[in-house]
């Protein structure tokens, strides 16, 4: 790295410095922690992005298919609602997933023409009739358990953080299925059929209770570090936080957040050590040569939709990892919280301000844009204060600019965006 990009990273660690000194340390951790899950996304963007050129704007699916792992694999089961209808519904999934694979057995088996097209909607419209005959008895006998506390089977009571590489899989292997599909498209297109796809994961959420309780939430996931609490009991750690002059219950809270940042940082360091390693192998060399060219490319003997589908599977699957760290870090699975403006808008922010292309470029724009996503809206609100001091109570401009407060994250982001595809349009640390 250049002295410049060193001091890039330095000035937003400055930032988060001053944030622990003017607003308390909790408040700073807690910046960094999202900062750097934030960057493990825009690293799994710049992949597929910066490295293949692939427009993928279906982000959100991914990083919620990365909550939900955490769900299945680290939440307790609850044995009532398994009692219930578990074997029902695991068996109506099953049918499901064999019809799909029937009708395209079907579909390859029967000769193209009008009688194909009958027998296809036939076939598609029995096994339908049948999923749904058996699934709907077996969800309402499980979401009618106590469905005030659970009303969904739960997970599998595993340890959470393997929940992380679960949640990669979980959405590496969705990110196949969609590519078999989608990336024989124009990238615009491409760009339409991730996000239909991914507000069709979002909507499953917040539908099917039996899976993760939709929109009443998951609460209470299992943590890889200490409680707050815990920390609060032992007497070694309240004598330690006396010795340093430090309040207990606020030394807790560093703690745990500081634990966080550890595993946090340790991921980190692999992925940003194995997409260094990828782009610059001999495929890195080769994706660049196809998102710069793709007709040469094939022309060389390159199987194009082959590296596509590799590149988008790994870039997904990064997301995904970070989907559940995130879910982990905030302690519940909430769907409605899978907005577009925050995971895929604010994403792809964090890519073009960093760099598109560069994978440190990439991790810069994670720190900086969630930093300025979090912290621009109580300045501005401090700011306005400060504008609107000398003007009467109920006076028009005055209200006007206290209201506009709430806007100052969508314009920041906006300006930002603008200023730097004007003046330095490949980032701040571009690709070479």
Same mark, same amino acid.
């Given at each position: 790295?250049?002295?410049?990009? %060193?001091?890039?990273?330095? !000035?937003?660690?400055?930032?988060?410095?001053?944030?622990?000194?003017?607003?308390?340390?909790?408040?700073?951790?807690?910046?960094?922690? &999202?900062?750097?899950?934030?960057?493990?996304?825009?690293?799994?963007?710049?992949?597929?992005?910066?490295?293949?050129?692939?427009?993928?704007?279906?982000?959100?699916?991914?990083?919620?298919?990365?909550?939900?792992?955490?769900?299945?694999? =680290?939440?307790?089961?609850?044995?009532?609602?398994?009692?219930?209808?578990?074997?029902?519904?695991?068996?109506?999934?099953?049918?499901?997933? !064999?019809?799909?694979?029937?009708?395209?057995?079907?579909?390859?088996?029967?000769?193209?023409?009008?009688?194909?097209?009958?027998? &296809?909607?036939?076939?598609?419209?029995?096994?339908?009739?049948?999923?749904?005959?058996?699934?709907?008895?077996?969800?309402?006998?499980?979401?009618?358990?106590?469905?005030?506390?659970?009303?969904?089977?739960?997970?599998?009571?595993?340890?959470?953080?393997? !929940?992380?590489?679960?949640?990669?899989?979980?959405?590496?292997?969705? !990110?196949?299925?969609?590519?078999?599909?989608?990336?024989?498209?124009?990238?615009?297109?491409?760009?339409?059929?991730?996000?239909?796809?991914?507000?069709?994961?979002?909507?499953?959420?917040?539908?099917? *209770?039996?899976?993760?309780?939709?929109? +009443?939430?998951?609460?209470?996931?299992?943590?890889?570090?200490?409680?707050?609490? *815990?920390?609060?009991?032992?007497?070694?750690? %309240?004598?330690?936080?006396?010795?340093?002059?430090?309040?207990?219950?606020?030394?807790?809270?560093?703690?745990?957040?500081?634990?966080?940042?550890?595993?946090?940082?340790?991921?980190?360091?692999?992925?940003?050590?194995?997409?260094?390693?990828?782009?610059?192998?001999?495929?890195?060399?080769?994706?660049?040569?196809?998102?710069?060219?793709?007709? =040469?490319?094939?022309?060389?003997? +390159?199987?194009?939709?082959?590296?596509?589908?590799?590149?988008?599977?790994?870039?997904?699957?990064?997301?995904?990892?970070?989907?559940?760290? &995130?879910?982990?870090? *905030?302690?519940?699975?909430?769907?409605?919280?899978?907005?577009?403006?925050?995971?895929?808008?604010?994403?792809?922010?964090?890519? %073009?301000?960093?760099?598109?292309?560069?994978?440190?470029?990439?991790?810069?724009?994670?720190?900086?844009?969630?930093?300025?996503?979090?912290?621009?809206?109580? %300045?501005?609100?401090?700011?306005?204060?400060?504008?609107?001091?000398?003007?009467?109570?109920?006076?028009?401009?005055?209200?006007?600019?206290?209201?506009?407060?709430?806007?100052?994250?969508?314009?920041?982001?906006?300006?930002?965006?603008?200023?730097? &595809?004007?003046?330095?349009?490949?980032?701040?640390?571009?690709?070479?």
């Amino acid at each position: 790295m250049t002295i410049r990009n %060193i001091a890039l990273f330095a !000035a937003v660690g400055g930032l988060i410095i001053a944030t622990g000194v003017l607003q308390g340390w909790n408040t700073a951790l807690q910046i960094l922690n &999202m900062g750097l899950v934030s960057a493990i996304m825009a690293l799994g963007v710049n992949l597929q992005w910066g490295l293949a050129g692939l427009l993928n704007v279906g982000v959100m699916g991914f990083v919620a298919l990365g909550g939900l792992a955490v769900v299945l694999l =680290a939440m307790p089961p609850v044995a009532e609602a398994w009692a219930a209808g578990g074997p029902r519904l695991i068996f109506a999934l099953a049918v499901g997933v !064999a019809a799909i694979a029937g009708g395209i057995a079907l579909y390859r088996r029967l000769p193209a023409g009008r009688a194909r097209a009958i027998g &296809m909607v036939a076939f598609f419209l029995a096994a339908f009739l049948l999923f749904r005959g058996l699934l709907d008895p077996a969800t309402l006998a499980v979401e009618a358990v106590d469905p005030a506390a659970t009303g969904y089977l739960g997970g599998l009571g595993l340890p959470v953080l393997l !929940a992380w590489p679960v949640g990669g899989a979980l959405a590496a292997g969705a !990110a196949w299925v969609i590519g078999k599909v989608a990336l024989g498209l124009r990238s615009d297109y491409l760009a339409i059929a991730t996000l239909g796809i991914a507000e069709i994961v979002i909507a499953v959420l917040k539908n099917e *209770d039996w899976l993760a309780r939709g929109v +009443k939430n998951v609460n209470g996931i299992p943590r890889p570090v200490p409680y707050e609490v *815990d920390l609060q009991g032992s007497a070694a750690f %309240i004598e330690t936080a006396a010795g340093l002059g430090a309040d207990p219950v606020t030394a807790s809270a560093i703690v745990v957040k500081l634990c966080y940042t550890a595993l946090i940082l340790i991921v980190l360091a692999v992925l940003i050590w194995l997409a260094e390693k990828a782009a610059h192998s001999p495929w890195g060399r080769m994706m660049r040569a196809i998102r710069d060219n793709e007709t =040469a490319a094939r022309a060389m003997g +390159k199987d194009v939709t082959a590296r596509h589908l590799q590149v988008f599977v790994l870039g997904s699957a990064v997301c995904g990892i970070a989907g559940a760290m &995130m879910t982990t870090l *905030d302690g519940q699975l909430t769907p409605t919280s899978y907005q577009p403006l925050r995971f895929t808008f604010l994403i792809w922010v964090m890519v %073009i301000v960093g760099g598109s292309g560069n994978n440190w470029g990439a991790i810069l724009g994670g720190f900086l844009i969630w930093f300025l996503w979090v912290q621009v809206e109580p %300045i501005g609100a401090a700011l306005m204060g400060v504008i609107t001091a000398p003007m009467a109570d109920g006076y028009w401009l005055k209200e006007h600019l206290i209201r506009s407060v709430a806007y100052m994250r969508l314009i920041t982001m906006g300006g930002l965006l603008l200023l730097v &595809m004007r003046f330095n349009p490949r980032g701040l640390i571009p690709g070479k």
